[in-house]
Nanobody
């Protein structure tokens, strides 16, 4: 399993970014996919998840209405569209894949910094 995140960077408050996670080495369409984030001072937290079975989605309360998770199974890629970014969104963002057997894998992360 290989997960490679991209798309992070520095953005002003109110701005937008689109993160991508390129997946390889496994059957992408069969895995539940998620985005997590971690501020160095805090624990890693779930941002959004999209299931493989029915495509159902859930979001953490702080990002509801601002972030959109999606997946393109034909491209083996997971996305996170982030709008109306706030300083509180500053974190390292990680892609996570969960196999049908329950095994998880992480990407290396991409840094998102929201600042003036």
């Amino acid at each position: 399993v290989q997960l490679v995140e991209s798309g992070g960077g520095l953005v002003h408050p109110g701005g937008s970014l689109r993160l991508s996670c390129a997946a390889s080495g496994f059957t992408f369409s069969a895995y539940d996919m998620s985005w997590y984030r971690q501020d160095p001072r805090l624990e890693r937290e779930l941002v959004a998840r999209i299931k493989s079975t029915d495509g159902s989605i859930n979001y953490a309360d702080p990002v509801k209405g601002r972030f959109t998770i999606s997946r393109d199974n034909s491209k083996n890629t997971l996305y996170l569209q982030m709008n109306s970014l706030q300083s509180e969104d500053t974190a390292m963002y990680y892609c996570h894949a969960r196999s049908p057997m329950g095994f998880g894998s992480w990407g290396q992360g991409t840094q998102v910094t929201v600042s003036l």
